[in-house]
């Protein structure tokens, strides 16, 4: 089982490094739109440097995983020195299948809009399973476990100074467009890590307390805690109902308080991650 598992994330991750290699060399690379990433600041040097892109991908990988390996763990070290080792490969072989390749979508904005949501696929993939594609990726995880800024904001942050610097190549649109594509990224980023786990916590003040803590735990077979809250207008003491639930459980449990109390005080947050020991 544990060999499976093992396969399994591997296997996801390769899918996710060629994802990532794959918009990189079609979208960002014909476009030079330098956003912020490892791949745009090898964009940037390759003006600079006699090397090719792959070759200086590579480089840039193997300084930045020295970083995650003393600062995230081994885990993460171990599955971003396999990512790093596979980009540059599969770099070299679309370099070699498509030495001539054009901007597909012959619009640099339209090419860094397509980039944006794909490469943010491959990425989440990767995530997904404690690996990264290397580079600014490693930065951004470190700034996420040190200082707990949410993971595509840190990329974000950390790609800004690539983005910034792509005036020394590109004219000044090109630079506005990889700073727009940069902060755009982050956000997709972020919506693909979280937006299939988010959930609700939903807090109940009813009279019909018993109905709906029974509804929870028997229809939607899901837990519940329950406090004592104190009015501060009239000093009453109430029970609130705390629930944390699905999507698709949100819209079940709201439609159920609606049927059996309409007088039903609710309040609803978002949580993007629970964690917790399954109770068997």
């Not at 040097?45 to 995983?65: D, G, K, R």
């Not at 004219?171 to 506005?176: G, K, P, R, S, T």
């Not at 009239?234 to 159920?256: G, Q």
Request: charged share 15%; net charge neutral.
């Amino acid at each position: 089982m544990k060999a499976w598992e093992t396969f399994k994330e591997y296997f996801m991750i390769t899918v996710g490094v060629a994802i990532v290699a794959v918009s990189v060399y079609f979208l960002l690379v014909p476009s030079h739109v330098t956003v912020g990433s490892i791949s745009g600041l090898s964009i940037i040097l390759e003006y600079f440097i006699p090397l090719p892109l792959s070759v200086i991908t590579f480089i840039l990988n193997a300084i930045l995983l020295v970083v995650g390996f003393l600062l995230i763990g081994k885990d993460f070290g171990i599955k971003t020195v396999y990512t790093s080792l596979m980009m540059p490969v599969m770099m070299g072989v679309l370099e070699r299948i498509y030495p001539d390749v054009q901007s597909i979508m012959k619009d640099p904005f339209l090419d860094m809009i397509v980039y944006i949501f794909i490469v943010s696929i491959g990425q989440a993939v990767m995530f997904r399973y404690n690996a990264s594609s290397g580079g600014l990726d490693i930065v951004g995880k470190v700034l996420n476990k040190y200082m707990h800024i949410e993971l595509g904001r840190a990329i974000s942050m950390a790609g800004m100074l690539v983005a910034l610097s792509s005036i020394l190549t590109s004219d000044l649109n090109m630079v506005i467009l990889s700073i727009l594509g940069t902060y755009l990224s982050g956000i997709i980023l972020d919506h693909f890590i979280f937006g299939f786990n988010i959930k609700k916590r939903i807090c109940i003040i009813s009279k019909k307390e018993k109905e709906i803590t029974d509804f929870i735990l028997h229809e939607m077979h899901s837990g519940a805690t329950i406090y004592e809250a104190r009015g501060a207008y009239d000093n009453t003491v109430r029970r609130e109902i705390i629930a944390i639930v699905s999507k698709s459980e949100y819209s079940k449990l709201m439609n159920f308080i609606a049927r059996t109390d309409k007088d039903a005080f609710v309040t609803v947050y978002t949580v993007n991650e629970v964690l917790y020991r399954p109770k068997f």
